[in-house]
């Protein structure tokens, strides 16, 4: 052989190892969320796919709403890393970060959307305090976003808190929520999602809650005969991936991550503006006899007064840590009202 089919035998096969190295991590990621592939969540996912895809070599392979079972199902298979990512609202993390059911203390978010929009985009307690929180569960927090107003959808008519009593209301699995809803002078029934249609088909339970979106997504309105808007809470939700596969990553990648969630972020604003009224419509049409009702001031007075005792609640429930992580949100909400 002379020496230079040496060099060259040499350098092919040095290239055939980068060509192997490179091959070998392009992986594809698995990213599980609670909601179907045309409902908020997953247009959020479908749009951080896109944007990792096309700039780094892996690819998502993506897990909507009961492919992989419920929402608490999902956050266990993130945190065993068996899935990298992870959307799960913080009505189903309470017992696992009970920071994390602030988003729960009724009248605390604003309704009005501009304002959440800056408000997720730039909070210092959710980006920066929420993180070490998310870090001890072995969660590396991505980003956390509105998905609307939350409307009750009941059985009955409501118009005060009076109107709630012996209806057995359907929460998310959290303590705060419970709590919430008693205040409200409801019975609070914690169920996962899979059990609210079938549940209110079969008078289980008469009441539940949900962004108006997802009342006409998921056909809830066809179980129940009043919506009423009460203005206690805006929906969040967050996206994480797992942690030790995230401190794995070359800073290249966490870059792609982290520019892919605020790419979704803007993306999915966007995407929800005069949603709530289109979907609402639709609600209309499908079936008219449906009051929609938007409680006045005089009228949410009670719920007003309830929120006192939640905050107290929450505050019982989650000492000093939660204390601080309230007056955080509570100062980005200010500072993002503009
Ligand atoms: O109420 C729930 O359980 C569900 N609500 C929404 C808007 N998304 C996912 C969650 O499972």
Same mark, same amino acid.
């Not at 118009?159 to 012996?166: A, Q, Y």
């Given at each position: 052989m002379s020496k230079n089919s040496l060099i060259s035998g040499v350098a092919a096969g040095a290239l055939l190892s980068v060509v192997a190295i490179s091959a070998a991590s392009a992986d594809t990621w698995r990213y599980a969320f609670e909601?179907?592939?045309?409902e908020v969540q997953g247009k959020y996912a479908q749009k951080f796919k896109e944007e990792i895809e096309a700039n780094t070599d892996h690819s998502i392979q993506l897990f909507p709403y009961g492919t992989l079972g419920e929402s608490a199902d999902i956050m266990e298979q993130a945190q065993a890393g068996i899935l990298q990512f992870v959307d799960q609202s913080p009505g189903f993390t309470g017992a696992l970060i009970?920071?994390?059911?602030? +988003? +729960?203390?009724?009248?605390?978010?604003?309704?009005?959307q501009d304002h959440l929009a800056r408000f997720y985009k730039e909070s210092k307690a959710i980006n920066e305090d929420f993180q070490g929180l998310y870090a001890d569960q072995g969660l590396e927090l991505l980003v956390m976003f509105p998905e609307g107003e939350v409307a009750m959808t009941t059985k009955e008519p409501v118009?005060?808190?009076?109107?709630?009593?012996?209806v057995k209301f359907r929460v998310m699995t959290n303590p705060l929520l419970v709590e919430s809803y008693r205040a409200f002078g409801a019975t609070p029934t914690p169920l996962p999602w899979g059990e609210v249609y079938g549940g209110l088909q079969t008078n289980i339970i008469q009441g539940q809650e949900n962004p108006t979106f997802f009342l006409y997504s998921t056909k809830i309105y066809e179980v129940t005969d009043h919506i009423t808007y009460v203005g206690h809470n805006n929906f969040t939700t967050a996206v994480m991936a797992n942690k030790d596969f995230f401190d794995g990553l070359d800073d290249a990648d966490k870059e792609a991550i982290q520019n892919a969630s605020a790419a979704a972020y803007d993306y999915i604003v966007g995407y929800q503006k005069g949603l709530a009224d289109s979907e609402l419509d639709k609600i209309r049409e499908a079936k008219p006899e449906m009051t929609i009702t938007v409680l006045s001031e005089e009228e949410r007075a009670c719920f007003k007064e309830a929120a006192k005792e939640v905050e107290a609640k929450f505050i019982e429930m989650t000492g000093e840590s939660g204390q601080a992580i309230l007056d955080q949100l509570k100062a980005d909400l200010d500072a993002t009202a503009q």
């Open positions: 909601e179907a592939m045309d009970p920071e994390a059911q602030v +988003f +729960f203390v009724p009248y605390l978010l604003p309704t009005d118009k005060s808190c009076d109107d709630l009593n012996e």
